[in-house]
C-alpha cells in the first residue's frame, strides 16, 4: 500500500476523533442551549464541514508522501465509505438504533445536514488540494 493511503488511514481516525468531540459539544452544550435537535443538529453539522476542512486542508499540506490527482479523489472516498461504514455500525451496534432512525439524518426536505458533512469528506480533499495547496 502506497504511503499516502496509509498516513490518509491514520489521518482518518483523527477525523474520527474530532467528530466524536463535535458530537459531545452538541449534546453537552449546543442542544442544552438551543433546546431543539434540529437546529442543534444544523450547529453540529457546519462546525463538522468546517473542521474537516481545516483538518483536511492540515493532512494535505503537511503530509511527507507523495500524491497524484486520483489519489486525493480515492483519499476523500474511502474517508466518507469508512465514516458510514463507523456510523452505521455504531447506531445499529451500541446505540441498537433501527436503519431508519440513522438514515433520518440524510433527510434534506427536513432541514437534515449530515449529507453535507458526509460530501465534505468525499470532496473536502479535491476542493482543498485544487484550490488551496
Given at each position: 500500500m502506497d504511503m499516502i493511503y496509509l498516513q490518509a488511514l491514520g489521518w482518518w481516525v483523527v477525523l474520527i476523533i474530532m467528530a466524536l468531540l463535535t458530537a459531545t459539544l452538541n449534546n453537552r452544550i449546543i442542544f442544552p442551549k438551543v433546546k431543539n435537535e434540529l437546529r442543534a443538529h444544523q450547529i453540529t453539522s457546519l462546525i463538522s464541514i468546517v473542521l474537516f476542512l481545516i483538518l483536511i486542508y492540515v493532512f494535505f499540506r503537511f503530509t511527507t508522501a507523495s500524491y497524484t490527482p486520483g489519489d486525493v479523489v480515492?483519499?476523500?472516498?474511502?474517508?466518507?465509505?469508512?465514516?458510514?461504514?463507523?456510523?452505521?455500525?455504531?447506531?445499529?451496534?451500541?446505540?441498537?438504533?433501527?436503519?431508519?432512525?440513522?438514515?433520518?439524518?440524510?433527510?434534506?426536505?427536513?432541514?437534515?445536514?449530515?449529507?453535507?458533512?458526509l460530501l465534505s469528506l468525499l470532496m473536502g480533499p479535491v476542493l482543498i488540494t485544487s484550490y488551496l495547496l
Open positions: 480515492n483519499i476523500g472516498f474511502i474517508w466518507m465509505i469508512l465514516t458510514l461504514g463507523v456510523e452505521f455500525l455504531f447506531a445499529s451496534l451500541v446505540a441498537k438504533q433501527p436503519l431508519s432512525r440513522s438514515l433520518q439524518n440524510y433527510n434534506i426536505t427536513r432541514g437534515r445536514l449530515w449529507i453535507w458533512v
